[in-house]
T-cell receptor
Framework: AQKVTQAQTEISVVEKEDVTLDCVYETRDTTYYLFWYKQPPSGELVFLIRRNSFDEQNEISGRYSWNFQKSTSSFNFTITASQVVDSAVYFCALSEDNYGQNFVFGPGTRLSVLP | NAGVMQNPRHLVRRRGQEARLRCSPMKGHSHVYWYRQLPEEGLKFMVYLQKENIIDESGMPKERFSAEFPKEGPSILRIQQVVRGDSAAYFC?????FGAGNTIYFGEGSWLTVV
């Protein structure tokens, strides 16, 4: 069965600090997809990144970077030089190569960036 | 996630009433998903629909909940005889085609409060 764990319930950092949000997943499939979504205080869910299981290259997008390691079943998300606008709940999600498109979301990590 | 339209954004219902939540997918998307987010929890898959078909409803409660995506018009999530435990945020998402690992784009959510 598929499962996503985000062990950090809440994190507080001071502006300009770097912060890493952890995501550990479980799946029996060899083909699967990992996602990160951001939910700011306004409530909407914003897509950040999609990664398939065959692509272990790390990705950087501005201040955001993602570290995918199949050996540890982790897909961690780092924000460099955090800003107050980064304050949100961040969800990691897993989709297996199956019919139905059932995404499994982690419980989320609430990030507070203090000025 | 621009383009997935959900309404109403906020809905208050008394116990026993019906709640209807509407979702118009992004232009060109024919696949719709409903997720529920209970307070302080992650998102739970409810149902996956294509036009006029329910593909996967494994996450739908067996009673009182139903979903449809008619040939014309938005997808509707209907909750009959609401109870306090139905209070949650209901998110709709859409994707352009069926395929494992599709990115799904979310609407802004509909917050249901049952009083």
């Amino acid at each position: 069965a598929q499962k996503v764990t985000q062990a950090q319930t809440e994190i507080s950092v001071v502006e300009k600090e770097d912060v890493t949000l952890d995501c550990v997943y479980e799946t029996r499939d060899t083909t699967y997809y990992l996602f990160w979504y951001k939910q700011p205080p306004s409530g909407e869910l914003v897509f950040l990144i999609r990664r398939n299981s065959f692509d272990e290259q790390n990705e950087i997008s501005g201040r955001y970077s993602w570290n995918f390691q199949k050996s540890t079943s982790s897909f961690n998300f780092t924000i460099t030089a955090s800003q107050v606008v980064d304050s949100a709940v961040y969800f990691c999600a897993l989709s297996e190569d199956n019919y139905g498109q059932n995404f499994v979301f982690g419980p989320g990590t609430r990030l507070s960036v203090l000025p | 996630n621009a383009g997935v339209m959900q309404n109403p954004r906020h809905l208050v219902r008394r116990r026993g009433q019906e709640a209807r939540l509407r979702c118009s997918p992004m232009k060109g998307h024919s696949h719709v998903y409903w997720y529920r987010q209970l307070p302080e929890e992650g998102l739970k898959f409810m149902v996956y629909l294509q036009k006029e078909n329910i593909i996967d409803e494994s996450g739908m409660p067996k009673e009182r909940f139903s979903a449809e995506f008619p040939k014309e018009g938005p997808s509707i999530l209907r909750i009959q005889q609401v109870v306090r435990g139905d209070s949650a945020a209901y998110f709709c998402a859409s994707s352009p085609y069926f395929g494992a690992g599709n990115t799904i784009y979310f609407g802004e959510g509909s917050w249901l409060t049952v009083v």
